[in-house]
């Protein structure tokens, strides 16, 4: 008697892993299907350029604005707008939404001439992670997605200006 | 002595019974999971958002007056402008937009004080909801823009045809919000 009751007891006590593995099949499967169905679309590139377009071209932006004519002398960088409080002050960017970094170089001379954040904290804390996943291939809804560019600007001098936006995911 | 027997095997049959259950449960709601992602407005409602949020970011920028006008073609969804995001919803009463950021913009009506000009480089910005659609069988369209006046300040406004609209803070609490 005794040996039949520990031969039920243990039929039903492998019933237990057997549920467990049917269920880490189900979730898998459906972890599978729901990777192919995209309802999402990551336009952090998208978003980091309009953002470059803007402070070139527009009064708000990092150029040269003649405030009499209204003219907005694209491409020429006002040294005196390029830091980051202007920035902070005229993008408004909340802290989780966006970072970025703004070097303008020299050409000829190849010296800093201006180095300006925006959410210099949040820039700080993300690049890490937005080095490691622009070098791999890694998931998550952790990403920080890097967006470098660079741009042929003049201030006093030629120049370019090195860009690196990071965007988070989603 | 057989009768036990069969007594461990009816448990061990409902235990198979449960398992089965469990698994056409688990198939049958992941399959409407699967079918109600692919069938629904997700996708469409998340597209419009962002690109919404981008057409505005791009007039941001724009350093001349611009208008731009955006329709929604097949899809009738209501669309709300505001701090600082874009909020995409298929029914008033929906409690979970899909939303997008868009960066730098208040969406206040206060003149915005920048670098290049202290006593304030006004941009009204616009802060707006839609809260019905006027005739189904038309598309629904949003006219964005940019207007420059001659003492500088400028206003960035959207505007809706096809659609009943409220200004947020004005008068959004007489259609219930």
Redesign the interface.
């Known amino acids: 008697m005794n040996k039949k009751g520990a031969t039920l007891s243990f039929e039903m006590l492998m019933w237990i892993p057997r549920l467990v593995f049917l269920i880490i099949v189900i979730m898998a499967t459906q972890g599978i299907i729901l990777a192919y169905i995209a309802t999402n679309v990551n336009v952090g590139s998208i978003e980091s350029h309009v953002l470059m377009q803007r402070l070139q071209f527009s009064p708000e932006g990092i150029v040269n604005h003649d405030s009499i004519t209204g003219r907005v002398y694209t491409g020429v960088v006002d040294l005196e707008k390029l830091n980051s409080h202007n920035l902070e002050a005229s993008l408004e960017a909340e802290k989780s939404e966006l970072a970025a970094r703004f070097v303008l170089i020299s050409l000829q001379a190849e010296n800093e001439l201006a180095r300006s954040y925006i959410n210099r904290e949040t820039y700080e804390d993300w690049q890490p992670i937005a080095i490691f996943v622009g070098s791999s291939d890694v998931a998550g809804t952790g990403r920080k997605f890097p967006h470098p560019e660079t741009r042929y600007m003049y201030s006093v001098e030629p120049s370019k200006l090195e860009t690196v936006v990071i965007t988070p995911n989603g | 002595m057989r009768k036990?027997r069969g007594q461990?095997a009816n448990?061990?049959l409902w235990?198979l019974l449960?398992?089965f259950l469990?698994?056409a449960v688990?198939?049958i709601d992941?399959l409407k999971?699967?079918k109600d992602?692919?069938d629904g407005t997700?996708?469409e409602k998340?597209?419009i958002a962002?690109d919404l949020a981008?057409a505005l970011?791009?007039l941001?920028?724009?350093?001349?007056d611009m208008a731009y006008t955006y329709d929604f073609g097949p899809y009738k969804f209501l669309v709300e402008v505001k701090d600082?995001e874009v909020l995409v919803k298929e029914k008033a009463a929906e409690t979970s937009p899909v939303s997008y950021?868009v960066?730098?913009?208040?969406f206040s009506d206060q003149n915005y004080?920048?670098?290049?000009?202290p006593e304030g480089?006004k941009?009204r910005r616009p802060n707006m909801r839609m809260v019905s659609i006027i005739d189904e069988a038309k598309p629904v369209k949003l006219r964005l823009f940019k207007e420059?006046s001659d003492n500088?300040t400028s206003i960035v406004g959207v505007e809706a045809e096809n659609a009943q609209t409220c200004l947020i803070g004005v008068n959004c609490a007489d259609f219930g919000g």
């Open positions: 036990k461990y448990i061990e235990f449960a398992a469990l698994g688990a198939g992941l999971d699967a992602r692919l997700l996708f998340n597209f962002r981008m970011e791009a941001y920028a724009s350093p001349g600082n950021r960066i730098g913009n208040s004080v920048s670098f290049d000009n480089y941009i420059f500088g």
